[in-house]
């Protein structure tokens, strides 16, 4: 079992920056694949970026390329989502997973395990 929690999540506006953390417990955090989720209402749940278990591999949704970076921290059980030049597009619950998974990337909500409770991101304009 893995325990995810998330923070960092509030209201800015257009053009400000996040930093979404994602605390980890339990099993050994290097073992899993950690992503970052997000839905918005109406909408189904999508990968946003992912990081692979060494950290050395990174995977991001077009959408974000440029904007938002994904890291972790082996060390103190972490996965960060640092997201810059935020739009209202942005908008949404973001969520922390973590996946077994033996594939790089892993970008499918099907392939974690682990989901985190979720933070809501609100971007006005």
């Known amino acids: 079992q893995v325990q995810l929690v998330e923070s960092g999540g509030g209201l800015v506006q257009t053009g400000n920056s996040l930093r979404l953390s994602c605390a980890a417990s339990?099993?050994?955090?290097?073992?899993?694949?950690m992503g970052w989720f997000r839905q918005a209402p109406g909408l189904e749940r999508e990968l946003v970026a992912a990081?692979?278990?060494?950290?050395?591999?990174?995977n991001s949704a077009d959408s974000v390329k440029g904007r938002f970076t994904v890291s972790r921290d082996n060390v103190k059980n972490t996965v960060y989502l640092q997201m810059n030049g935020l739009k209202p597009e942005d908008t949404a619950v973001y969520y922390c997973?973590?996946?077994?998974?033996?594939?790089?990337?892993?970008?499918?909500?099907?392939?974690?395990?682990?989901w985190g409770q979720g933070t809501q991101v609100t971007v006005s304009s």
């Open positions: 997973a973590a996946s077994s998974s033996g594939s790089w990337p892993t970008t499918h909500p099907f392939s974690y395990t682990y």
């Open positions: 990081v692979s278990r060494s950290g050395y591999g990174t």
């Open positions: 339990g099993r050994t955090f290097s073992e899993y694949i």
